[in-house]
């Protein structure tokens, strides 16, 4: 099994949060896509032994691209690696570009799962975050979608934002609990470096919301989403049945893949490689047949942390035999020297084999990782 991660940088306008490489200069967009299927052909020796069951369109805005863009790739694609036939295909999407033609058109390429960029159903909030969409066109782009066919479709949210208040989240929640929808993602607002909500987080122009408010928008998030069947199988994930996320689960699950388009990372199990952030520097790397790309090798002490981080962040847990037969012995016996507090503060349980967080576990996920990583 193996998966294959596409980039599309291009964006509209650039939201206020977001630290991504994304370009708004749609221009080069023919360019990028001609080079991004030589990158497919010169890198179809690596995953040569495997079947691809998933491929992932991201971004960026994958939704700028057109009809003719698409096809290339998927016959590029095709043309150079063994893809599954029940392969799961994603494409993100902002709901102000899909438009009911350009639905008809994505239901008409091998696509068979959306992730819809809403973010929030409050008018206000999306001016904030400089979204394109207004609280309506999201709701109208699920069910276009719908119509069309689309049975696997995800939508983002992100909480935590500021003057978000409770009601404001729990109309969110409602909202998208209405749509009949099979998955969501939701995420806490993050100030990253070199972004405009940074800026103005700096400049004392926006107030971050406190900590306890955070952990109750958390607390409802679970509880409200458990309540309509979702499985919380990701501290930011939540499923219906049958409907997890193949593509990113496959990350957590530590299965290799390979990342198209400038700044996309690949991970082989040994070593992880990531393509320059750059459009020009990424088409003259490609067109010289050499990639310009870094390249970091994976000893045991990161894939031991990296085994705890994407583990314990699902609800599978860490596998302890697994823990024993692949890490040294020493790494074996720090992760129960350092975990056993948790165990004794019922933050993380044990089920046989199987470690996992508790529900009060969740809310401390990242603090309790971190005690366990070796630094």
Same mark, same amino acid.
Not at 330 to 338: Q, R, S
């Given at each position: ?40 052909? =010169? ?78 159903? /409050? ?27 689309? /049975? ?26 209405? =749509? ?140 302890? /035999? ?54």
């Amino acid at each position: 099994m193996a998966g294959i991660y596409i980039h599309i940088p291009f964006c509209k306008s650039r939201c206020i949060y977001c630290d991504y490489f994304t370009s708004i200069y749609e221009v080069e967009m023919d360019q990028y896509v001609h080079s991004c299927c030589i990158e497919i052909k =010169l890198r179809k020796t690596e995953l040569s032994h495997n079947k691809i069951k998933t491929i992932y369109f991201g971004g960026g805005t994958p939704s700028r691209l057109h009809r003719f863009h698409f096809e290339k790739i998927f016959e590029t694609i095709h043309s150079n690696y063994k893809i599954d036939s029940q392969a799961e295909i994603t494409i993100e999407a902002n709901p102000d570009d899909l438009s009911q033609g350009y639905i008809d058109m994505l239901r008409e390429l091998p696509l068979n799962r959306i992730s819809i960029g809403v973010q929030s159903f /409050d008018d206000h909030e999306l001016q904030f975050l400089s979204r394109r969409h207004n609280s309506q066109t999201a709701i109208d782009s699920v069910k276009y979608c719908q119509e069309k066919g689309f /049975d696997n479709i995800s939508i983002d949210l992100m909480y935590g934002l500021p003057n978000q208040t409770l009601e404001i989240w729990q109309s969110n929640l409602d909202k998208a609990r209405q =749509l009949n929808i099979q998955h969501i993602s939701a995420y806490h607002l993050i100030y990253e470096d070199k972004t405009r909500l940074y800026s103005l987080l700096k400049s004392g122009e926006v107030k971050p919301v406190d900590e306890d408010c955070s952990l109750e928008m958390f607390e409802m998030l679970i509880s409200t989403l458990k309540k309509d069947g979702f499985i919380h199988y990701e501290v930011s994930n939540f499923a219906k049945d049958g409907f997890v996320s193949q593509h990113n689960s496959s990350y957590w699950k530590g299965v290799k893949y390979i990342g198209l388009g400038p700044s996309a990372h690949s991970f082989d199990g040994e070593h992880r490689w990531w393509n320059v952030s750059s459009i020009p520097k990424y088409i003259k790397g490609i067109s010289n047949g050499k990639p310009d790309l870094e390249k970091e090798d994976i000893d045991l002490a990161k894939k031991y942390n990296e085994f705890l981080i994407t583990g314990l962040r699902t609800m599978w847990g860490i596998d302890v /035999d697994v823990l024993k037969t692949k890490f040294e012995n020493d790494k074996y016996e720090y992760f129960f020297k350092y975990a056993e507090k948790y165990f004794n503060l019922n933050y993380l349980v044990i089920d046989k084999t199987k470690v996992t967080l508790s529900h009060k576990g969740i809310f401390i996920v990242d603090g309790i990782v971190s005690d366990l990583m070796i630094v």
